[in-house]
């Protein structure tokens, strides 16, 4: 399966990760980096079932027209899983 992950550079999008590809699945990770550290995800720089676009997901956005490369996530990609801000702080705009 193709995953969405939001949050992905959080405690719990980053583990999530880790677990769908531990799983045999392929992630788009999307994060803004807003309490989230890259450092999470540090570890899947080589991993080719993996890819991270820095960005808003309030923001509309076509997955499968992403900065990157888009052949790990033709379209459609199934937003299944989401990660929120932890801190109430975070959720101002
Ligand atoms: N070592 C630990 O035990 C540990 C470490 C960190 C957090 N925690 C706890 O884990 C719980 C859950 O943490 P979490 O993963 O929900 O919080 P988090 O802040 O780690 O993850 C939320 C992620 O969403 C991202 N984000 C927020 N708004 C966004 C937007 N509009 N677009 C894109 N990305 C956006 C943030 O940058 C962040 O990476 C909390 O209770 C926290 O205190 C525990």
Redesign the pocket.
């Known amino acids: 399966m193709q995953v969405l992950v939001?949050?992905?550079?959080?405690?719990?999008?980053?583990?999530l990760t880790d677990r769908l590809l531990a799983e045999g699945h392929t992630v788009l990770g999307?994060?803004?980096?807003?309490?989230?550290?890259a450092e999470?995800l540090a570890h899947l720089a080589n991993e080719p079932r993996f890819r991270f676009e820095l960005?808003?997901?309030?923001?509309p956005f076509d997955p499968g027209q992403s900065t990157t490369s888009s052949t790990l996530l033709p379209r459609p990609v199934r937003p299944s899983i989401f990660?929120?801000?932890?801190?109430p702080s975070?959720?101002a705009p």
């Open positions: 939001t949050g992905a550079a959080g405690f719990l999008g980053s583990h999307v994060d803004n980096l807003s309490t989230g550290d999470n960005r808003d997901i309030c923001l990660a929120w801000p932890s801190r975070a959720w």
